[in-house]
T-cell receptor, first 115, second 110 residues
Framework: EPEVTQTPSHQVTQMGQEVILRCVPISNHLYFYWYRQILGQKVEFLVSFYNNEISEKSEIFDDQFSVERPDGSNFTLKIRSTKLEDSAMYFC?????????????FGPGTRLTVL | GEDVEQSLFLSVREGDSSVINCTYTDSSSTYLYWYKQEPGAGLQLLTYIFSNMDMKQDQRLTVLLNKKDKHLSLRIADTQTGDSAIYFCAEITGRRALTFGSGTRLQVQP
């Protein structure tokens, strides 16, 4: 069964460093998403991406964040200068279409720890 | 704004029914979802309900929606130890983004 994969499973970085979190969405899916979950808090939407551009983003997704689909398979989230409060589990998701009923398939997440 | 609330923990015995509750605030929600998260895994969609429905049944799962009270519940019949996980309700409104509750940890005692 096709699935969304994410690498690495755990990333430790120093405050102020740049990190890139990687995702491989399901191959025929067209919409891609990033969510995050700070420990003990809710899963929060960050950004959605379609046709090589951001289709919507939340207030969390400020200038420190960027997304890219560098090739036909990867979808990345970059944090330019990490802060302690960026420590969280980051989930990538993809869906076949953007219709609301359409299921978003989630990856297992990358745990980011900023020291 | 959108907000989704759930109780944090539920413990049941194997074979009993589990009922996980959720309240939401956005009356314009069109679809409401239940996701399951097992340790080390991503979020798996269990079921969804469209806002013009009151109930949806899918094998051991029953979803009830009370739009007046903005209350959503997930009933799992004949709960098994393999059902132990965190269950998230989520809503989607005019955007494609999902707004999640805080998750209910279901513990099934053998």
């Amino acid at each position: 069964e096709p699935e969304v994969t994410q690498t690495p499973s755990h990333q430790v970085t120093q405050m102020g460093q740049e990190v890139i979190l990687r995702c491989v969405p399901i191959s025929n899916h067209l919409y891609f998403y990033w969510y995050r979950q700070i420990l003990g808090q809710k899963v929060e939407f960050l950004v959605s991406f379609y046709n090589n551009e951001i289709s919507e983003k939340s207030e969390i997704f400020d200038d420190q964040f960027s997304v890219e689909r560098p090739d036909g398979s990867n979808f990345t989230l970059k944090i330019r200068s990490t802060k302690l409060e960026d420590s969280a589990m980051y989930f990538c998701a993809s869906s076949l279409s953007g219709v609301q009923r359409n299921e978003q398939f989630f990856g297992p997440g990358t745990r980011l720890t900023v020291l | 704004g959108e907000d989704v609330e759930q109780s944090l923990f539920l413990s049941v015995r194997e074979g009993d029914s589990s009922v996980i509750n959720c309240t939401y605030t956005d009356s314009s929600s069109t679809y409401l979802y239940w996701y399951k998260q097992e340790p080390g895994a991503g979020l798996q969609l269990l079921t969804y309900i469209f806002s013009n429905m009151d109930m949806k049944q899918d094998q051991r799962l029953t979803v009830l929606l009370n739009k007046k009270d903005k209350h959503l519940s997930l009933r799992i019949a004949d709960t098994q130890t393999g059902d132990s996980a965190i269950y998230f309700c989520a809503e989607i409104t005019g955007r494609r983004a999902l707004t999640f509750g805080s998750g209910t940890r279901l513990q099934v005692q053998p």
